[in-house]
């Protein structure tokens, strides 16, 4: 079974450009998580989508990031401009929603900004 | 404020050598708590679901227990492909998860 899939696995880009992370989640799930890892805080849910629409967003830390999800199979997030204190590691999770209920992720984007 | 508190941050076993790893949480409504196992340079890969005190779930060598106020995973005779960092996570509310700060187990053979 294809699990999450997430695009690129790495970008290096330099401060102030836009960045762009994509996310296929696995087919049949309604629920689309991105989250934010890295040594200091460990990991951070940044917005939750429930069949395609934004439920939860206050993880997300500026008006610098936006996240779309225009149908089931595909969302992206988007960082503009970049900072280097962006650095980190993107994840996208999905999962078939409600509680006690699973969420499986892909295996990121390691986002470098110089 | 909901906290999720693993320990120890590092723990280096003997391939064989049994040992645990705990978890420990202060939330205002516990919905579930998972654990999950992280290799390097790849995502969170989902191990267990507990969903009440004194539930225990296995897998391998791999034991997970529930009590109100923490969980532990057991690692019996761990091998070497059990070197990973394990998240224990809990679910604050229908959706949310909130993560420890993980336990990097290293086993040598």
């Known amino acids: 079974d294809a699990g999450v899939i997430q695009s690129p696995r790495h970008e290096v880009t330099e401060m102030g450009q836009e960045v762009t992370l994509r996310c296929k989640p696995i087919?049949?799930?309604?629920?689309l998580f991105w989250y934010r890892q890295t040594m200091m805080r460990g990991l951070e849910l940044l917005i939750y989508?429930?069949?395609?629409?934004?439920?939860?967003d206050s993880g997300m830390p500026e008006d610098r990031f936006s996240a779309k999800m225009p149908n089931a199979s595909f969302s992206t997030l988007k960082i503009q401009p970049s900072e280097p204190r962006d650095s980190a590691v993107y994840f996208c999770?999905?999962?078939?929603?409600?509680?006690?209920?699973?969420?499986?992720f892909g295996d990121g984007t390691r986002l470098s900004i110089l | 404020e909901d906290q999720v508190t693993q320990s120890p941050e590092a723990l280096r076993l003997q391939e064989g050598e049994s040992s645990s790893l705990n978890c420990s949480y202060t939330v205002s409504g516990l919905r579930g708590l998972f654990w999950y196992r992280q290799d390097p340079g790849k995502g969170p890969e989902f191990l267990f679901t507990l969903y009440s005190a004194g539930e225990e779930k296995e897998k391998e060598r791999l034991k997970a227990t529930l009590t109100k106020k923490e969980s532990f995973l057991h690692i019996t005779a761990p091998k070497p492909e059990d070197s990973a960092t394990y998240l224990c996570?809990?679910?604050?509310?229908?959706?949310?998860?909130?993560f420890g700060a993980g336990t990097t187990v290293t086993v040598r053979a």
């Open positions: 999770a999905s999962g078939s929603g409600g509680v006690f209920q699973p969420q499986h």
């Open positions: 087919s049949g799930h309604n629920s």
């Open positions: 996570a809990v679910q604050v509310n229908d959706y949310k998860l909130s």
């Open positions: 989508f429930n069949n395609n629409v934004p439920i939860d």
